[in-house]
């Protein structure tokens, strides 16, 4: 069985496929300078785990580990990483951002531009397989 650690954690799902058709949008001829946000679906970690246990095939659940928990642990990892014999990608940042990270208001990019952003549990499907291919 996998975990996935978190209470209020979240990613921000987003097709590439869908970042790329934003992109071609936004260079339609005489439309001028535009921004627009596309960060994607965010997943708490219980649909999280729900999901990606689904698309790979295998048990995952997620273990309420508090988020200042998570985030205490990146920034002692920061500190020890130089002294540890192996890279570790659990650091102060990335807890902030996945515990912290807000939702993404895409609507814009949808109404202005006509995007019809995929379904995230498709992108994580796609994913693992071709992570697996």
Not at 31 to 38: C, E, I, K, L, S
């Amino acid at each position: 069985m996998h975990t996935i650690p978190g209470r209020r954690a979240a990613w921000l799902v987003i097709d590439v496929r869908d970042v790329a058709a934003v992109h071609a949008a936004l260079l339609e001829p005489g439309r001028g300078p535009r921004r627009y946000m596309v960060g994607g679906h965010r997943i708490p970690v219980t649909e999280l785990a729900t999901m990606l246990g689904q698309v790979a095939e295998t048990p995952m659940v997620s273990v309420p580990v508090p988020d200042t928990v998570l985030r205490v642990a990146g920034t002692l990892l920061d500190l020890a990483g130089p002294y540890l014999p192996f890279d570790n990608p659990f650091t102060a940042a990335g807890m902030q951002y996945y515990t912290q990270m807000p939702e993404s208001d895409d609507s814009p990019s949808e109404s202005e531009l006509g995007i019809t952003y995929r379904d995230p549990l498709s992108t994580l499907a796609d994913t693992v397989a071709a992570l697996r291919a």
